[in-house]
């Protein structure tokens, strides 16, 4: 755990000024505007001035994006979510009884979603285009994390094998944004799409807007939610006790129902500890950066100056000793309302925190409960990669040296 918070503080700090917070306490967050872009991550185009930007472009862009993600959308978004959810169970099923990597199964589930949300309805990708695409997103993902732990090989690192594989990985990334924008049909719909809302507002979204924020949003979409779904699975395998009060409540809730409803899900008191137990040990994200736009006195009295980039190692704050009791250990209750209230708002940041917080958290949450509700429905977890097997590698996302496998008992 230190190791990794060493990795990514050097990684910055080499560079430019940053700092490293350990303490939800330690700083004045609203305070913290803006999210660095180094040159080095192109994928991420314009994700600063999508959703962290300051000033009146964020505003009005986070304004429009909005509808796509309040309550009556994540409604309309069920149907999605459940289609999907019962495809990946049926493809799951051909792995049962043996050690199966998930991985590549719900990355292919959670692009199919991003896609269908963003241009409304499902689009016919081989089954090549999807995993040439999973594979480019892991493969640059992966360059990204290396050379920001190794700043100091920066200078030779335009001349390696790794940024030549980064090029190709990034070509087929842009290629796919743009068929998927090619294939986007205009049709009048109560319900416009996110792709709709960003064409209605030229003045906001040139081409190339648009284009960054297609990437953006697949990018962020497929990665955050695969990685939070993988391990939310790899968690209940691994703590049967915990699997089989999920079950049991996705039974007593759905019933025989084939598919939850948008109230079901949002009745799963249990499911929803544990996958807040499961993000704190595991964040999708884990780090996150703001640049101080204004001098910042900390509680403990240490000034940190304008033009800092601060890093929030959002792993080390979610393991902290002087945040959670046992830290390394998984328990739900430390998520009952009487347990959360007790601790700083923001010492848990799975989806960020303030109003720069993911957009879509809401509907991520939603995405992976559903994708439970149909394996746990399915199959019977059981470890195959336990927690002390598991090292964690630089990444954009939270990756690991070794696939996460588990295995699948079917329950019919």
Request: proline share 5%; hydrophobic share 40%; aromatic share 10%.
């Amino acid at each position: 755990m230190i190791f990794i918070a060493c990795v990514v503080f050097l990684a910055v700090f080499i560079t430019t000024r940053y700092l490293l917070f350990r303490k939800p306490s330690d700083s004045t967050c609203k305070s913290l505007n803006e999210i660095p872009c180094p040159g080095s991550i192109p994928i991420l185009g314009n994700i600063c001035d999508m959703f962290y930007n300051d000033g009146e472009s964020w505003k009005k862009r986070r304004k429009l994006l909005t509808k796509n993600f309040h309550f009556a959308a994540l409604h309309n978004y069920m149907e999605i979510f459940n289609k999907e959810g019962q495809k990946l169970g049926d493809r799951l099923q051909k792995d049962v009884n043996q050690s199966t990597d998930i991985l590549e199964l719900i990355s292919h589930s959670t692009l199919k979603i991003i896609n269908e949300i963003l241009v409304g309805e499902e689009l016919k990708l081989r089954e090549i285009q999807i995993k040439d695409y999973v594979s480019a997103i892991d493969t640059f993902s992966k360059a990204i994390g290396y050379i920001n732990s190794k700043p100091i090989l920066s200078l030779v690192y335009k001349y390696s094998e790794m940024k030549k594989e980064e090029d190709r990985s990034l070509e087929i990334i842009n290629t796919f944004a743009k068929d998927l924008l090619k294939n986007w049909k205009v049709k009048p719909s109560d319900n416009p799409r996110v792709l709709d809302v960003m064409l209605d507002a030229p003045s906001l979204y040139d081409d190339q807007g648009v284009m960054d924020e297609i990437i953006t949003f697949i990018f962020a979409g497929n990665s955050t939610s695969s990685a939070g779904l993988l391990y939310a699975l790899f968690n209940l395998a691994n703590h049967s006790e915990y699997q089989d009060e999920v079950y049991e409540e996705i039974v007593q809730i759905v019933g025989e129902k084939e598919k939850p409803s948008y109230a079901d899900l949002k009745s799963m008191s249990f499911l929803d500890r544990f996958l807040r137990e499961s993000m704190r040990l595991y964040p999708p994200a884990p780090f996150i950066g703001r640049t101080i736009a204004e001098d910042v006195v900390t509680k403990t009295g240490y000034r940190i100056p304008a033009g800092t980039e601060v890093v929030f190692h959002i792993f080390d704050i979610h393991r902290s000793p002087f945040i959670y009791d046992n830290p390394d250990t998984f328990d739900p209750d430390r998520f009952l309302p009487e347990n959360s209230k007790k601790r700083h708002p923001f010492s848990y940041l799975p989806f960020s925190a303030g109003p720069r917080n993911c957009i879509a958290q809401k509907f991520a949450l939603l995405e992976i409960k559903s994708s439970i509700c149909k394996i746990l429905k399915k199959f019977k977890l059981e470890p195959v990669t336990l927690a002390e097997d598991i090292k964690f590698i630089p990444d954009v996302t939270l990756a690991t040296k070794e696939k996460i496998k588990i295995k699948l008992i079917s329950r019919s």
